[in-house]
């Protein structure tokens, strides 16, 4: 049994994996598209349903992606202030602000850019406009 083994090992030839894409979860796209509206002829939406019209169950959905837009963008903020990007010395910005910076952003992007990680896009716009000096950096 041992033969078997020492012969397998000394056969098997290093092997030279190529990294495996990983696609994001949360791409640009995906983002955007949360960003829309939400079409009424879309809505999966039936009499018995707790919605009285396909335009409410609309509604409802675009104000349930606007609350998951909103997360995705504060756990950006959460997660790379102070390493990937800082507060200016002179200007603050609000988080609705930063909301909108990275909307804007987003929207203003090319198809190519916005297959992309959402996250990783947000945090380049946050970058240009708010660099870190070397020295500000946190080490969280």
């Given at each position: 049994m041992r033969a078997f083994l020492a012969i397998?090992?000394?056969?098997?030839?290093?092997?030279?994996?190529?990294?495996a894409g990983v696609t994001p979860?949360?791409?640009?796209?995906?983002?955007?598209?949360?960003?829309?509206n939400v079409d009424p002829a879309a809505?999966?939406?039936?009499?018995?349903?707790?919605?009285?019209?396909r335009a409410?169950?609309?509604e409802f959905e675009d104000a349930r992606n606007r609350e998951l837009v909103r997360g995705f963008i504060h756990g950006v903020h959460d997660a790379t202030e102070g390493k990937a990007w800082c507060w200016s010395a002179r200007y603050k910005p609000a988080p609705d602000e930063l909301?909108?910076?990275?909307?804007?952003?987003?929207?203003?992007?090319?198809?190519?850019?916005?297959?992309?990680?959402?996250?990783?896009?947000?945090?380049?716009?946050w970058r240009t406009k708010w660099p870190c000096p070397v020295d500000q950096r946190s080490k969280r």
């Open positions: 397998g090992l000394a056969l098997a030839s290093p092997c030279n994996a190529q990294p979860w949360m791409t640009g796209h995906r983002l955007v598209k949360l960003l829309g809505v999966n939406w039936t009499p018995d349903s707790p919605f009285r019209t409410i169950a609309a909301e909108e910076d990275a909307r804007r952003a987003l929207q203003q992007m090319s198809d190519t850019q916005l297959k992309r990680n959402a996250a990783d896009l947000i945090v380049e716009g």
